[in-house]
Each structure stands twice: as C-alpha cells, then as structure tokens.
C-alpha cells in the first residue's frame, strides 16, 4: 500500500513508522495495538499523509485526549503562526528552560546595515542570535541559501559590544532555528561554517521534538480540549505554554469556561506535563 505525501510523492506504508510514532505520544501497548487496529480499518491505497495523521489523531483521542495532545505537536508548532510571531516567543521560552535569559524581535546596528534579530538569549559569556524560520507547510525544506544569508547577516553583527540584559556584550553563537526540515546541503553547511541548527528533527539527539518531550515543553496548542479561537486567546494574554496553564490558577480566566470545561482542560494538562517520554521509544 502506498501513501501520498504532502509533496505527492509516494511511498510505502510502514506500519512499524506508525506504530513508533504512536508510542511516542505516550500511549501503552495495548493502546497502541488497539490505535493500530482502528487506523488500518481505514486505510486505502494512496491515502494522504494528513488523512492518516487524522486517523491516528482521532483513535488517540478516543483514547485520552493527552495522547492526541502530544502526537499533534509538530501541528501544534504551526499553529503559532501564522507569521511565526508566537513561535519566536516559543524559542525565546524554550532558550529560557535552558538558563538564558531571552527577549524577541531586536533591532541592532551591524557593521555595514540594521538587523532585526528574532531572539536575543545570553547565559554566562555566551550571546546568540537566533533567526527563526517559520514554516506553515507540512514537509517544508529550509534550503541551504538560508543559512549561507543568515551567516552574512552574523558576520555583519560579530565583534560589536552591543547592551543587552544589563551589560554589554557581543554576539559569539548564531542559531538558525525552525519548527521544518533541513536539506542536507543546509547541514552540511553549518557543520563546516559553525552555524547552529535546531529543527524539527536535527541535530538527531537534541532536536526540537526531543526537547520538548524532555522539557515538557508543550505550546497551549497541544491541547484538544479547546478550541482554535480559545488557545489563540491564550497566546494574545502571553500564555504559551501548558505549565503556564498549571503555574497559574488565572491563567484560563479569559477564557469563561464552565466549571466541566475548565476540569477537562486542566486534566489534559495535567496528563500531559506529567508523562515523560522514553527516550529510547
């Protein structure tokens, strides 16, 4: 049996893909034989990508809301677009879980030109710059021209004292991070020029969705117990994260919801920041 692609492309089936990917949302073995067993039902010759997410996400629910939460993260990151202005907050957060201290969209005096840089984190004698790449598309490729440009805006910004975070300091890491893929050319680039990657799936071992397993490090988008309009709520009142949800009892108050509502969304939460994902799944 074949899958379509969001590019077209197709390609086999894997029932082993699939059954990894379910157990890395947290579900048992049980549950995820029982998951399996509902989502093959349904499959056809040339289903698309997002019809089988679908299927997966539905039959997770069905289970327990938390494990369609944390299955649909690479969904959820999209939808701190749709510019990406939430994602660059998320990074900013995500930096902070990490000891820096961060702030977005900074503009600042090169060499030659301005820039604005989307994260500012420093720790120590450490100071990044960090561009965040957004990408809406499910299989997006951020191409090696953005990493050769990034790295001309860096030189441009390197060896200039600039006042942040109390001090001044200068830049001595550049960070490409976004929530898509690398090519390989992209790769191959930042290995030999020293540029940092954080993608969706790379660098293998500290990527961002094994950050966000080990952090707990879930965006309100996760969460299906509310709707798109509600978590977009939460995001206008700063609040991006699920153990923001946890960390404040006022955190929902914008929201109104009914007492049932409110039990369900702080469950799911609660499910969610306290499973932990093994590393080895």
């Known amino acids: 049996m074949l899958v379509k692609k969001y590019s077209g492309e197709l390609v086999p089936f894997n029932s082993d893909s699939l059954r990894h990917s379910l157990t890395r949302s947290g579900a048992n073995h049980d549950q995820v034989e029982k998951v399996y067993a509902q989502i093959k039902e349904k499959l056809f010759d040339g289903i698309s990508t997002k019809a089988l997410y679908q299927l997966a996400f539905e039959a997770l629910k ?72 957004f990408r809406n598309d499910i299989d997006a490729k951020i191409s090696v021209t953005t990493p050769m440009y990034f790295l001309s805006r860096f030189n441009d910004i390197s060896d200039i004292d600039y006042h942040f975070f109390g001090q001044y300091k200068k830049f001595t890491q550049g960070w490409l991070v976004s929530n898509a893929y690398l090519t390989s050319d992209s790769k191959d680039f930042g290995k030999y020029y020293g540029v940092n990657f954080l993608s969706w799936d790379y660098p293998e071992d500290n990527s961002i969705k094994r950050r966000v397993d080990r952090a707990v490090f879930y965006p309100v988008t996760c969460l299906t117990t509310l709707t798109d309009e509600q978590e977009k709520t939460l995001l206008q009142h700063q609040i991006i994260l699920v153990k923001d949800i946890l960390k404040d009892k006022n955190a929902l108050q914008s929201l109104q919801l009914s007492p049932e509502k409110l039990r369900l969304v702080l469950q799911e939460a609660k499910e969610l920041i306290d499973y932990k994902v093994d590393e080895e799944s």
């Open 62 to 133: 069905s289970q327990r809301n938390s494990l369609a939460a944390r299955y649909s993260l690479k969904k959820a990151l999209r939808e701190l677009g749709p510019e990406g202005f939430y994602f660059e907050k998320w990074i900013g957060r995500l930096f902070q879980e990490y000891g820096f201290e961060s702030t977005t969209g900074q503009t600042v005096q090169g060499h030659a030109v301005s820039h604005e840089i989307d994260v500012v984190a420093a720790k120590g004698n450490e100071m990044l710059a960090i561009e965040c790449k």
